[in-house]
């Protein structure tokens, strides 16, 4: 397949994007695991 050029904004663009949706599902996987400890230590006592 053909390789498309990109602009340096285009891929600053992208790379950004990238690292921010890093950033949330990173948040989410732990705000997920809290969630699990919590309801863990309410099941325990």
């Known amino acids: ?3 498309e ?3 340096p904004e285009e891929e ?3 790379r950004i994007r990238r ?3 890093k950033m949330a599902a990173a ?3 732990n705000r997920r695991r809290e ?3 919590t309801l ?3 099941t325990d006592q």
């Open 1 to 3: 397949g053909k390789v």
């Open 5 to 7: 050029q990109l602009s």
């Open 12 to 14: 600053e663009k992208r």
């Open 19 to 21: 690292e921010r949706n």
């Open 27 to 29: 948040k989410c996987r």
């Open 35 to 37: 969630l699990t400890d």
């Open 40 to 42: 863990q230590a309410e």
